[in-house]
């Protein structure tokens, strides 16, 4: 069975650019997460989707970060326009819905650099 | 507010040691704690669980003990393998919604 999928591995994008991060989640896992890590800070929590709903988004940075995930199955996170202190690894993680205290899963990451 | 902490940030050892990792959280009101390892440009991969009931996990050569009441958990890792070198991530969730909070990390480095 797949993991969780990440896409690009890797961005290099200038400033005031747009780029979108894509996240296929493990087949029926209805929870979805996107984090980041900056340099040399911990990962933080972006927001948390449930299905095709957005259920927590009170780590989004600002408005310039969109993230959605229409049907409920992939997700997208959407920077626009990119500014240099967006640069980090992005992390997409999935768990199962409805079942307590299952364990999350987490993409390889994207790392964004932003120049 | 709710933070994790992990010490020390980093550790070199010899193989062959027993070592043993530190994260601590402020808000002993936990719902679960998640032990993760991440390689050098890979993604976390999930060590260990432990429900807020549960006093000990244990998965081969690897045991996560928690203690509520102090706000601690450890992360013992018998006979370290050279294999183990990696950074190791707590990371605490709070309620069932599962946004996870995370420590810095502890990059352990194993010499043969």
């Known amino acids: 069975e797949a993991g969780v999928t990440q896409f690009p591995s890797h961005s290099v994008i200038e400033k005031g650019q747009t780029v979108t991060l894509r996240c296929d989640p493990i087949s029926g896992h209805d929870n979805l997460y996107w984090y980041r890590r900056v340099m040399g800070k911990e990962i933080k929590f972006l927001l948390h989707f449930v299905k095709e709903s957005k259920q927590d988004e009170s780590g989004m940075p600002n408005n310039r970060f969109l993230a959605e995930r229409t049907g409920g199955t992939y997700s997208t996170l959407k920077v626009q326009p990119a500014e240099l202190e967006d640069s980090g690894v992005y992390f997409c993680a999935s768990r199962l819905l409805g079942a307590v205290n299952t364990e999350a899963f987490f993409g390889q990451g994207t790392r964004l650099t932003v120049v | 507010k709710q933070e994790v902490t992990q010490i020390p940030a980093a550790l070199s050892v010899p193989e062959g040691e027993n070592l043993v990792l530190n994260c601590s959280f402020t808000?002993?009101?936990?719902?679960?704690l998640q032990w993760f390892r991440q390689d050098p440009g890979k993604g976390l991969t999930s060590l260990l669980l432990?429900?807020?009931?549960?006093r000990e996990q244990t998965s081969g050569r690897l045991n996560a003990s928690l203690d509520k009441s102090s706000g601690r958990s450890t992360l013992y890792i018998a006979a370290s393998q050279p294999g183990d070198s990696a950074t190791y991530l707590c990371a605490v969730r709070y309620n069932q919604g599962g946004k996870l909070i995370f420590g810095q990390g502890t990059e352990l480095s194993v010499k043969p």
């Open positions: 808000d002993s009101a936990i719902y679960n």
């Open positions: 432990i429900q807020s009931s549960q």
